[in-house]
């Protein structure tokens, strides 16, 4: 277990449910722009939380203010119960931001050694390259490397604190998918030991892979919250797919298909309920073959949520 | 678990030492930083203090005025285009992230900004000792030394100003409007009595002025303005340009 837990105090029990980063009733402008507009988020030890969401929802922003980098206009952000941005909050926390900020022209060893000597307790050297694959980059400089294995430096500099609470802002962008897949299990590793993570992120397979709880936002409103399959079940859609001639705008206005479309020579919509649209459709389309029904994913029930919201 | 060997002690200051170690060997690794740096105050001297004139007591003042603008080069550089660089490359917020101590890479900017200057003043001093006949007593030699170390700070301080303000590539333009026109104009490449009487009246204006009236005073050729009008001038412009690129910097987040 952690070395430090010998010297605090409180029941383990009520330090496993207080959350280690909280956002309560955020807002944030920039200028004329809401940034966040009441925003509510937390993330416990061994958990990762998702924030889902377009370009300009308000992912970063949030980072930022649970960082210490930005200062709420109203509403209240904790790291550990301390205003972030304080020392000790750093200490127990790593750190992967979008734009990098990586000194260019010193060597992954060099970097790990610095960011290392920032951290009470750091993780050695040789577990940093093994977690985050960077075996045989030791001695390249960070300039010369390709922007995935950039993109592993800065995973392995966010991790070499040994930090509770781990901050990804888009991490697998750039990466390939063999790439992805190691820091995935990268972070369900750290996960296990009672990291939490705040991860954000286009891919929607990677808040389906990764999480436990789903934050979508939606130009700086919580549109959703939930566990993966809650947010599903919420929209609790199906996705059919076939072959077959019908014009896909006569079937989008049938009661119960949310959407139509024709996708490479096949007919897919999505559905509330399979059955009766099913049942229409080999009725009115006896040639119809081909036919495939999928619960919808993440991306499915993403896509109708902010959907929702632009219709509202 | 007590089995387990206790850990390195976590030393704090460590990270001041390797960031400051890290920041000179970043320089270092930059050719674009290092050649200019190091080769224009030198080769200038050379050329101008020892070949062109031939004679010690030019060698001597010129020693001084070249020490001043060669170090105003390094920490104008180092600082003005180094930060803005590293300012557009988001290291700074990255380092407002990480529990590194605020502060730790500006100290170990100026650190690095010292060491060139160290350079700097070494090379000059070597070249003047040998090739261009000067002979100064050692406390000479050491308060020269002295004038060029830690007269980086007011041109850090306005380099860092000129770093939050603008952009890395507007920063490398900005720096070099600003050092030539006020070496030439400060007296560090020839007198300011070889010109009209009204660059020597507008003389005070120019930080490098005053710093380099300090190192000429060392080997005696100053115009015989007060020591400590120099020091406060110089005190004033630091704590100034730093206050202002405070505000800047903490403003851009």
Known sequence: ?312 | MDAIARPPRFLPWRCYLLEAGYELLRQLREPAFVLPTLLFPTAFYLLFGVMLTGNAANAQYMLAGYGVFGIMGAALFGFGAGIAADRERGLLRLKRALPAPPGAWLLAKMAAAMAFAAIISLLLATLAATLGGVALAPGQWLLLFAANVLGVLPFCAIGLYIGSLVGGNAAVAVVNILFLPMAFLSGLWMPLSVLPDIFTRLSPVWPAYHLGQLAMKVVGHDAGGSTWLHLGVLGVVTAVFFMLARRRLAAAA
Not at chain 1, 9 to 15: D, K, V, Y
Not at chain 1, 230 to 255: E, F, I, Y
Not at chain 1, 290 to 295: A, G, I, W, Y
């Open chain 1, 1 to 312: 277990m952690d070395m430090t837990a010998r010297h605090e105090t409180a029941p383990l029990a009520a330090r496993l449910r207080a959350p280690l980063a909280r956002l309560q009733s955020i807002r944030k402008n920039f200028g004329p722009l809401v940034a966040l507009d009441g925003v509510d988020l937390a993330v416990h030890a061994g958990e990762v939380v998702s924030l889902l969401g377009a370009n300009g929802a308000g992912k970063t922003t949030a980072i930022g203010l649970l960082l210490g980098l930005l200062q709420p206009g109203s509403g209240s952000a904790a790291l550990f119960g301390q205003a972030p941005g304080s020392i000790q909050a750093r200490r127990r926390t790593g750190v992967m931001l979008q734009d990098g900020g990586v000194h260019g022209d010193l060597k992954v060893r060099e970097l790990l050694r610095l960011t290392r000597s920032y951290y009470p307790r750091p993780r050695g050297l040789g577990d940093c390259v093994a977690l985050a694959g960077l075996q045989g980059l030791l001695e390249r400089r960070y300039d010369k490397l390709s922007g995935g294995q950039q993109r592993r430096v800065q995973f392995a500099l966010a991790i070499c604190g040994r930090p509770q609470l781990l901050f990804l802002d888009e991490p697998t962008t750039g990466l390939d998918i063999q790439a992805r897949g190691q820091l995935w299990d990268a972070v369900r590793a750290l996960v296990a030991e009672g990291c939490g993570v705040l991860l954000t992120t286009h891919y929607l397979e990677e808040a389906e892979a990764l999480s436990d709880r789903v934050v979508v936002l939606d130009r700086g409103r919580v549109a959703a919250a939930g566990s993966v399959s809650d947010l599903r079940a919420r929209v609790a859609q199906r996705r059919v797919r076939c072959v077959s001639s019908l014009d896909p705008a006569t079937v989008s206005g049938w009661p119960q298909v949310l959407s139509a479309a024709r996708d490479a020579g096949h007919l897919e919509i999505v559905v509330r309920e399979a059955e009766p649209a099913v049942r229409r459709l080999l009725e009115a389309d006896p040639a119809l073959r081909e036919l495939e029904v999928t619960r919808a994913g993440l991306a499915d029930a993403f896509i109708h949520l902010t959907r929702a919201q632009d219709a509202a």
